[in-house]
T-cell receptor, first 115, second 118 residues
Framework: GQSLEQPSEVTAVEGAIVQINCTYQTSGFYGLSWYQQHDGGAPTFLSYNGLDGLEETGRFSSFLSRSDSYGYLLLQELQMKDSASYFCAVRLPALSSGSARQLTFGSGTQLTVLP | NAGVTQTPKFQVLKTGQSMTLQCAQDMNHNSMYWYRQDPGMGLRLIYYSASEGTTDKGEVPNGYNVSRLNKREFSLRLESAAPSQTSVYFC?????????????????FGEGSRLTVL
């Protein structure tokens, strides 16, 4: 089976830095993705790590350590609009050459940014 | 550019009724997916389709059927709805990774279909 663990809630103030951790136990691993979802909205892609190390996209960074089955999303200079749910998702290898790769999601972390 | 379009956005059914959720994408993506989202449980994969003419079961396929009508459209059918199928359903699409490529596998989601089964 697949298991992804992330904190259910995180609270921080505007301008601060917050880190959302994700640990995973999956049958196969191809990469770790992060998605953002505002209340009532569609999930949107934030970042992807296929290899170990840090990926930076503006105020957001994501890190992966495959040997530790661990990754995190780092949000800097927090803004009120960053209040949302954040999901880590493991990209699994394709079951066959003609199959698509599945994406298995964690339960999500609700980030609340306070003024 | 519409992206991924789902219909209907809201639906209320009685137990035992059937219905089909429609999904269409205009990004020429090969792969399409159906997820359900329940409070506190994240997104769980119901079915997916690597390409036109192929479908595969995901994590929670029981009670559902799918049809990949063509490259653009992927529908989800509930033959006999149950209260346990009350959820928000998301359709998504992605590019198929080319041989040797290392794409992100980014999923593009529709706005969701909110289904209540009484």
């Amino acid at each position: 089976g697949q298991s992804l663990e992330q904190p259910s809630e995180v609270t921080a103030v505007e301008g601060a830095i917050v880190q959302i951790n994700c640990t995973y136990q999956t049958s196969g691993f191809y990469g770790l993705s992060w998605y953002q979802q505002h209340d009532g909205g569609a999930p949107t892609f934030l970042s992807y790590n296929g290899l170990d190390g840090l990926e930076e996209t503006g105020r957001f960074s994501s890190f992966l350590s495959r040997s530790d089955s661990y990754g995190y999303l780092l949000l800097q200079e927090l803004q009120m609009k960053d209040s949302a749910s954040y999901f880590c998702a493991v990209r699994l290898p394709a079951l066959s050459s003609g199959s698509a790769r599945q994406l298995t999601f964690g339960s999500g972390t609700q980030l609340t940014v306070l003024p | 550019n519409a992206g991924v379009t789902q219909t209907p956005k809201f639906q209320v059914l009685k137990t035992g009724q059937s219905m089909t959720l429609q999904c269409a994408q205009d990004m020429n993506h090969n792969s399409m997916y159906w997820y359900r989202q329940d409070p506190g449980m994240g997104l769980r994969l119901i079915y997916y389709s690597a390409s036109e003419g192929t479908t595969d079961k995901g994590e929670v396929p029981n009670g559902y059927n799918v049809s990949r009508l063509n490259k653009r459209e992927f529908s989800l059918r509930l033959e006999s709805a149950a209260p346990s199928q009350t959820s928000v359903y998301f359709c998504a699409s992605s590019e198929r990774r080319l041989a040797g490529g290392r794409g992100t596998g980014e999923l593009f989601f529709g706005e969701g279909s909110r289904l209540t089964v009484l």
